[in-house]
């Protein structure tokens, strides 16, 4: 029993291991996403499916008799791009930290703006549960359609 115990203590502070190998780069710009190099733009791409609920870290075996790791590698994440020649790329990734992609919270909203994501999945992406929190999301769509139109503006004679 005490063996058990100490197997599942162990476990809480034990990272799963990799199955398999990380290769290439996740890259999200404002205009296109870049996969393995490869470039994907915004014209070409029909919607966008992220799920990124997954983090180094995470605690996920918490049941009873799991004496493995209770920690996530972070790869329990996709991609999904569905093109506009019927074509769809799915890929898988690693998250480090629960909040990166607030770090990239002005390009998911252009994304937004040009109709790729859903204003709910957008929510979903950038973990936005408070009201508050989804107010002050609202307000930053705003400011940035604001100063998009206000570019176009500048540019048209």
């Not at 100490?6 to 990799?18: A, V």
């Not at 609920?53 to 995470?58: A, C, E, N, R, V």
């Not at 918490?62 to 890929?91: D, H, Y």
Request: charged residues 30%; without cysteine; proline residues 3%.
């Amino acid at each position: 029993m005490i063996a058990g115990i100490f197997l599942k203590l162990k476990g809480l502070i034990e990272i799963e291991p990799l199955r398999s190998t990380l290769e290439g780069d996740l890259i999200f710009e404002k205009e296109s996403i870049v996969i393995n190099n490869k470039p994907y733009s915004l014209d070409e791409i029909n919607k966008i499916k992220i799920s990124n609920d997954d983090y180094i870290g995470k605690l996920i075996h918490t049941s009873k008799g799991q004496i493995g790791p209770a920690l996530s590698n972070g790869t329990n994440n996709s991609l999904i791009l569905f093109l506009k020649s019927k074509e769809t790329v799915k890929i898988s990734f690693e998250l480090i930290n629960s909040n990166d992609f607030q770090k990239i919270k002005k390009t998911l909203i252009e994304y937004y703006l040009r109709e790729k994501i859903d204003f709910e999945e957008l929510k979903y992406i950038l973990g936005e549960k408070s009201r508050s929190d989804i107010q002050e999301l609202h307000e930053e769509i705003s400011k940035i359609r604001d100063h998009n139109k206000s570019l176009i503006n500048n540019l048209t004679p």
